[in-house]
Structures are given as C-alpha cells and as structure tokens.
C-alpha cells in the first residue's frame, strides 16, 4: 500500500507545488486528481487524432451533402441532394435517425431510473447539469455551422490578393468576429463554462459514487433528445417545402403518401420479426401457428406498403440504384463462396497433412500482395483476345473465346444463348465482367478468412471431438454438430467483416473495370468516386456517401440481429 502511494506521490512531481496548486494536488483527493489529469494526458493525442481524421471529416461531409456544392461551396439546398439520390427515401432516412436518437434516449433515460431505483438515489441535479453540457454540445454544433460559410468565404476574399501568412491570419479572425459568429460564440463558450463550473461546484456535495454515470447518461440522453428533435423538426420542414415546390410547379405531390407507406411497411416488418422469433422460441403448437401466422400476415402487408419503392427509384438517381444492384449481386457472389472454401480449406489444413505449412503461406499470398498489380495480372489473364490464357484454355477444349471484363450481357442470359433458352431481363444475373471481379475477390481474401478458421478451429478442445468419436459420431457429424457450432463466432465475425468490404470495395473494381462493360462493374463506391470526381458535384456525392454509410449500418444491425443471436461462444 505504501509503495502504491509512493508511486501516486511520482505522478505528479512535474507539477509545481507551489500555493493553491500544492493544496490542490495534495492529500487523497489530490492524488485522484493527479490520476485524472495522468490518464486524460495519456488519451488525448488519440482523441485528436479521431477528431481530425474521423470525425470532422464525416461532419464537413454531411456539411456539403447540405450545400449545392461543385468545387465551390454553394447555396445551402437542405435535402435536395439526398432528394435527387433517393427521392422520398430521403425523408424516411433522416426520420429514422431521429427515431434511433429518440430510442436512444429514452433507453438511456431508463438506465438511469433503474440504476438510481436500485441504490434508491435521486440524482436530480445531474439533470440541471446534463442539460448544461447538453446545451453546450447543441450550441457548439450552432457555432461550427455558422462559422463555416465565413471560413470557406476566406478562398473568395483572396482572389487577386497576394497570399501571405499575414494576410490569412487576418482573414481568419476576421471571419472569428464577424456579425453572426461571435455572438454564436460568445453563448455556446458561456454555457460550456457554466455547466463546468457548476459540476465542480456541485459534485464537491455529491458523495455518490455513480456520479459519473448520473452525469454522462444524463448527458447523453438529453443530447440524444435534443439530436432526435432539431433532425425530425428539420426533415418536416424539408419535406414541407418540397411539397410546396411541387405544388406550385404543377407536379405531383406523392412523396407524402410515399413516406408514411414505406414506413408504416418497414414497421410492419419489424413486428414481424419480433412476432416470428417469439413464436419460435414458444413451446406451444397453437401459439406457435397463431403467431407464425400473424408474421406472415404482416410479412405480406408490409410487402404491399413497400411497394411505393419502385416509384421512388424510377425518380432517383439511375446511377445510385444500379450501383446498389451491382453493389448486391458483387456481394452475394463473394461472400458465400469466400466464406465456404475458407471453411474448407481451413479444415483440411488443420488435419496432419504433409507440407501444410507450405500452403498456408501459399493460400495467405494473394491478400497480401498489392490489390493494383494483382488486378492488372487478372487484366491480362481474362483479356478479351483469343490469345489470352483464359481463352486459350477454352479454345483449347472447343469453346468459344468471351470478352470477359468487356462483357456487359448477364451471366445467365450467355448461358441460356449457349443452351439455347431465352432467359428474361430481370433474371440476367451479374454480368460476366461482374463475374470475373468476383472470382478475383473470392481468390484474394479466401487466404485471410482460411488464417482466420485456423485460429478458430485451434481454439477447439480435441477432448470434445474424441469424446463424440468414442460415442459413435463419424467424421461428417463431428464436424456439423462440433466443429460448425463451435466456429460461429468466427464465422459471424468474418461475414460482418467480408459484406461490410464488398460494400465498400473500390481499388481492384477500378483497375478492372472497362467502359464496354457499360457500368455494370460500378458499384456503389466507384459511383461515389465518379460523381465527386468525375462530374465534380460534391454535395450530390456526399449524399449518396451518407446513403451507403445507412446501408452498411443497416446491414450491420441485421446481421448482428439474425446471424449474431445464433452465435455459440462455448
């Protein structure tokens, strides 16, 4: 214990001890606060760093998402940008956000009750305080949008000037004090101040030791709170206005009607599922008929609700919603293929097989090689001409050479010509250039999920397996009812992992793609990069960021929902 202290003591001798400051870091409160500025300073080039590259970016992104923004910063235009990527969708996404702020806090809130309920506390006051620094979180993002447009003017204001340090230092506190920024200002820094000081003040009073807790969740929730309410006021106001536009112009005005059936579907289907998972889990045959029959009731009503999406991606944007398509087709051609001949591989490698470590190596070399080169390398072995090695193997054998990467006629529709089918249009599947883009991303990463299943079958006891073995189970069984159950959490944290890249893959797509392929390669992040840099419209591009950043959180939760309730952790 006293070597303990002696080492608190060593915290702090960089600190002058001189006056009020001697008095403040010394004795038992001293130390703990020596131990706070310890761990905050040892945090806080990370804190940074997650600022500057993480989130300020992805707050300027939907920033300009909110402007008319090609080069130069714009007008503010509010939806419009969302509007002309997803049409009515828009308006469902931002009052979904609000809706998951809303539950958010109220969840939160709970969690306070209880706990307070369960100590038999009244943690009122955190309440004056969380709605301090609540509004001073509220306030500070007042104070960024405001000051935005008077920083960004500084590129305007040079034009024709010569650009010195001097002169932009000028500028900038220019813009720091100009009529609408400093009194933003001036209310956000007097808020801040006043919700610190008066937790300094107060928390001298609070002997509770969850007074922490009180002050963040309360904090967190009434921040939740007032996010849920500025998003869900400013997306009726939005879509109000676009209403109105649409009046006035003569148009059509369905994006009312739209909206409250794509969410009165989408809520539908998640009563289904909780109607559904109840059911299977009830051990009663009535009830599990009565409630099976009910979801699937609800299954199909909220299927007819949903039927406004086809209206609204006639009126999106083309380009956003075939890279989606094309975006669906890369993934489920890649993930399940990836996923099981990993599995397999992993298997085999596992058991006593002469020079296996030769070809774990072998089998990892793909995803470590540069994604450019390799690309280029598949470039040349599935080439269009006659020559290539691809056609040459097939030429080889009597088939007729394809144009690969250059071919934008589905999968099926080339394989009903050969046998002599007509296949429908909505049944093309991927195109033939998507398939090739595929293979090479089944060939690049089945290395790393193979390392991933070997690092999980090591972590299985081999006690388990001879004992099923003595019991009866042959090879085959051991494996679906051990060796499976015993690998879902590998197998959910590599599925999570491989959908969440195949929506954001980019690199290999690039470099592969060909424009006789006729953007059937385009997915939704090589459509991204082409609006942003290509057509330069960088609000429309941001949009449609923020529209893929949804999807992946969407497909995020319901992974974790379906496949990550049946994960056995042994």
């Known amino acids: 214990m006293q070597q303990a202290d002696r080492s608190v003591e060593r915290v702090g001798e960089g600190f002058p001890r001189t006056g009020w400051l001697q008095n403040l870091l010394s004795g038992r409160r001293g130390r703990r606060l020596r131990e706070y500025l310890t761990g905050y300073l040892m945090i806080l080039p990370s804190v940074v760093l997650i600022f500057t590259f993480g989130l300020f970016p992805v707050g300027f992104a939907l920033y300009i998402s909110l402007h008319k923004w090609k080069i130069k910063h714009g007008p503010f235009v509010g939806f419009k940008n969302y509007a002309s990527a997803i049409d009515s969708l828009a308006y469902v996404l931002f009052f979904g956000v609000a809706v998951g702020l809303a539950y958010l806090a109220i969840r939160t809130a709970r969690e306070i009750l209880y706990k307070a309920r369960e100590h038999n506390e009244r943690p009122w006051i955190h309440l004056l305080l969380g709605s301090l620094h609540a509004g001073s979180v509220v306030l500070f993002l007042r104070y960024v949008v405001v000051l935005a447009p008077e920083v960004l003017g500084i590129a305007d204001k040079v034009?024709?000037?010569?650009?010195?340090?001097?002169?932009?230092?000028?500028?900038?506190?220019?813009?720091?004090?100009?009529?609408?920024?400093?009194?933003?200002?001036?209310?956000?820094?007097?808020?801040?101040?006043?919700?610190?000081?008066?937790?300094?003040?107060?928390?001298?009073?609070?002997?509770?030791?969850?007074?922490?807790?009180?002050?963040?969740?309360?904090?967190?929730?009434?921040?939740?709170?007032?996010?849920?309410?500025?998003?869900?006021?400013?997306?009726?106001?939005?879509?109000?206005?676009?209403?109105?536009?649409?009046?006035?112009?003569?148009?059509?005005?369905?994006?009312?009607?739209?909206?409250?059936?794509?969410?009165?579907?989408?809520?539908?289907?998640?009563?289904?599922?909780?109607?559904?998972?109840?059911?299977?889990?009830?051990?009663?045959?009535r009830v599990f008929l009565f409630r099976g029959l009910a979801a699937l009731f609800l299954i199909i009503s909220a299927w007819l609700l949903i039927g406004e999406l086809p209206a609204v991606i006639e009126a999106g944007d083309k380009d956003l919603w075939q890279g989606l398509q094309v975006t669906v087709f890369y993934s489920l051609g890649t993930v399940p293929f990836q996923l099981g001949i990993s599995?397999?591989?992993?298997?085999?490698?596992?058991?006593?097989?002469?020079?296996?470590?030769?070809?774990?190596?072998?089998?990892?070399?793909?995803?470590?090689?540069?994604?450019?080169?390799?690309?280029?390398?598949?470039?040349?072995?599935?080439?269009?001409?006659?020559?290539?090695?691809?056609?040459?193997?097939?030429t080889f054998f009597g088939g007729e050479h394809q144009k690969w990467l250059l071919e934008p006629n589905g999968i099926f529709t080339l394989l009903g010509k050969y046998l002599g089918i007509d296949v429908p249009t909505w049944a093309a599947g991927p195109s033939l250039a998507l398939v090739v883009i595929i293979i090479y991303s089944i060939w690049t990463y089945v290395g790393y999920d193979t390392v991933i299943y070997l690092a999980g079958l090591g972590n299985i006891s081999n006690e388990i397996n001879e004992s099923a073995a003595i019991d009866g189970a042959n090879r085959w069984q051991i494996f679906r009812h051990i060796t499976l159950p015993l690998l879902s959490p590998t197998t959910y944290f590599l599925s999570l992992i491989a959908v969440i890249g195949t929506f954001k893959a980019f690199n290999h797509i690039y470099v592969l793609r060909h424009p006789m392929a006729l953007g059937t390669v385009d997915t939704f992040s090589v459509v991204i990069f082409d609006e942003f840099f290509t057509k330069t419209r960088f609000g429309h591009a941001s949009a449609m960021a923020f529209v893929l950043f949804a999807i992946i959180l969407a497909l995020t939760y319901v992974n974790n929902k379906v496949q990550g309730s049946r994960v056995f952790y042994g």
């Open 159 to 285: 034009k024709g000037l010569e650009r010195t340090r001097e002169l932009f230092i000028q500028l900038m506190g220019e813009a720091l004090r100009a009529e609408s920024v400093w009194p933003a200002f001036l209310q956000w820094i007097t808020i801040f101040a006043l919700a610190w000081l008066l937790t300094i003040v107060l928390w001298r009073s609070i002997a509770s030791p969850r007074r922490n807790f009180y002050l963040t969740q309360t904090s967190l929730a009434l921040t939740s709170a007032a996010g849920a309410f500025i998003i869900a006021w400013f997306t009726w106001t939005e879509m109000q206005k676009a209403i109105a536009d649409a009046w006035e112009t003569g148009a059509e005005a369905p994006i009312g009607i739209q909206i409250v059936s794509i969410a009165a579907g989408v809520i539908l289907l998640g009563i289904a599922w909780k109607l559904w998972t109840s059911a299977v889990g009830h051990t009663s045959d």
């Open 343 to 394: 599995l397999v591989l992993a298997y085999l490698l596992f058991q006593a097989v002469r020079g296996k470590e030769f070809f774990r190596v072998v089998y990892f070399l793909p995803y470590v090689t540069p994604a450019v080169a390799s690309a280029v390398v598949f470039n040349l072995i599935f080439g269009q001409r006659a020559s290539s090695p691809i056609n040459a193997i097939i």
